[in-house]
Nanobody, 122 residues
């Protein structure tokens, strides 16, 4: 069983930065996929960024050049550095993981955290 706990959300003005963290526990195979999703009120959940066990990354077009996904394997922690935030980035952000297979250009979806709220004011 995999457990994911997000932190780091908050309220920031447009143009500001936040760093989200996701503490992971449980068994991860040598190939795995982890990522971040977000869901704004009244909208569908969308993939934001994903990272493979080999460090390969995928980003949604809307966040390319502003967000960076990274991982600290020693501490089993996933990060999302968010810069140049915009009001449209306001959403609940979720960490997700597939502990047994790589992303292969997609996003994980087997295990989810509880979410952390990000609000960007204009």
């Amino acid at each position: 069983q995999v457990q994911l706990v997000e932190s780091g959300g908050g309220t920031v003005q447009a143009g500001g930065s936040l760093r989200l963290s996701c503490a992971a526990s449980g068994y991860f195979y040598s190939s795995y996929c982890m990522g971040w999703f977000r869901q704004a009120p009244g909208k569908e959940r969308e993939g934001v960024a994903a990272i493979d066990s080999d460090g390969s990354t995928t980003y949604a077009d809307s966040v390319k050049g502003r967000f960076t996904i990274s991982q600290d394997n020693a501490n089993n922690t996933l990060y999302l550095q968010m810069n140049s935030l915009k009001p449209e980035d306001t959403a609940m952000y979720y960490c997700a993981a597939d502990p047994l297979w790589p992303c292969s250009g997609g996003y994980p979806g087997n295990f989810w955290g509880q979410g952390t709220q990000v609000t960007v004011s204009s």
